[in-house]
């Protein structure tokens, strides 16, 4: 995959945005443990930034995927991760099932206002006590007439504090397979603009990634119409394994954007004096940062090929799988050797370089533990089998 002029052209047009709508307050969102998610994706929906990959019947540019993970590369140079992940969640993460496999009349009462940044989405997986392993998630939703009632918590919501819906996996039988029993369904977190009925979230303060708010997010016999249900009932595992892998897809292209500090580290070291010369004298500082460059390139490469494997329809998930494995380790190596080169200063909690550190740590865990990116890449390898 190679990026034409007018993918250079809607990245460039991102950076901008980022420069004159993000960069000047990340610091104020870092402290406030938020961002104002209303605020600024009506300004990103009015540019078309929230629905690059989506149909143009519910306001998206529909365009392929390459464009996604372009504009994924692009959002990665927010001076804060935390705004790139929730703009992430919003665009590849809450909405790729729903505008996959929703019917029209819920793609227009959700997923349209979420494109044109009037509504803002989470993606409600993992539980307290079923993070990487979605099989054993325990949150129910019982049929009740043309309605579901739905019981259980999830855990680690991205925009939870602010999001007016969430795209939730949850059980909608009993017994069977782990992987038939579960269905998406589009659940409003608010009515009128206040909390809805049966609705509890709590706030999680995090090690890092401070500007986007996560929650845990309650359900005690919430009430929701079966027409919310995204897809066929029992289908929600299927579609969930497919929506990760635009998910990782996003937040590998984001990691991408770590070469910037390589530069601005580089371009500290060379003003940098020690023993007489600039830091970047030093032959070990050059070997690392040029092999911590080169690295980059290959998950740059890696990337590429996924995208352009499941633009084509081919079986992503084990590239997938292992550009988000390479993306988490690599991006909080470069930081960690970041910090490392800038001494004091990069220790120090108000260098941005010691924000990339917390933030980038992130990538190992969320969305599927390293862990878990080696077992299936294992999987794939024929190296054990599905009870493995």
């Not at 790139?84 to 206002?113: H, I, W, Y």
């Not at 939703?141 to 991205?158: E, N, P």
């Not at 010691?354 to 740590?361: I, L, N």
Request: one cysteine or more; a neutral charge.
């Amino acid at each position: 995959m190679i990026y034409t002029p007018e993918h250079r052209e809607m990245m460039d047009s991102i950076r901008r945005f980022i420069s004159a709508e993000i960069d000047p307050f990340v610091d104020e969102w870092e402290a406030a443990e938020v961002f104002p998610a209303h605020e600024l994706f009506r300004k990103m929906g009015k540019l078309g930034f929230l629905g690059i990959t989506k149909p143009e019947a519910y306001g998206g540019l529909g365009l392929d995927f390459s464009y996604g993970v372009a504009a994924a590369e692009a959002m990665g140079y927010a001076r804060a991760q935390g705004v790139a992940m929730g703009v992430g969640v919003q665009s590849n993460m809450a909405t790729p099932a729903l505008a996959a496999f929703g019917s029209d009349a819920l793609k227009r009462e959700f997923l349209a206002p979420a494109i044109a940044g009037d509504m803002v989405a989470s993606i409600g997986v993992s539980e307290q006590g079923a993070g990487s392993d979605v099989a054993s998630l325990k949150t129910r939703a019982r049929r009740d007439g043309d309605d579901y009632v739905i019981s259980g918590s999830k855990m680690w919501i991205t925009n939870g504090t602010q999001a007016d819906w969430i795209c939730l996996l949850c059980n909608t039988s009993e017994g069977g397979s782990a992987h038939k029993n579960k269905s998406l369904i589009v659940v409003p977190l608010k009515e009128d603009g206040k909390r809805a009925r049966g609705i509890e979230v709590q706030k999680i303060k995090k090690f890092g990634m401070w500007s986007s708010d996560t929650a845990q997010i309650f359900f005690d016999e919430v009430r929701v119409p079966v027409r919310h249900r995204i897809g066929e009932e029992g289908m929600g595992f299927i579609y969930q394994m497919k929506q990760f892998q635009e998910e990782r897809l996003d937040g590998a292209a984001r990691r991408l954007s770590a070469i910037a500090w390589i530069q601005e580290t580089a371009d500290y070291l060379r003003q940098r004096q020690a023993f007489g010369r600039p830091l970047l004298d030093n032959q070990f500082i050059q070997y690392k940062l040029a092999e911590l460059k080169t690295e980059l390139e290959a998950l740059r490469a890696l990337v590429y090929v996924a995208t352009k494997t499941y633009i084509e329809g081919g079986d992503v998930v084990e590239l997938a799988s292992m550009a988000k494995l390479k993306a988490g380790r690599l991006s909080r190596e470069i930081a960690d050797w970041c910090m490392q080169f800038q001494g004091g200063m990069g220790y120090t909690w108000d260098n941005p370089v010691s924000r990339a550190y917390r933030d980038y740590r992130l990538g190992s865990i969320g969305g599927g533990a390293d862990e878990v990116m080696l077992m299936v890449i294992a999987r794939h390898m024929g190296l054990m089998n599905m009870n493995g």
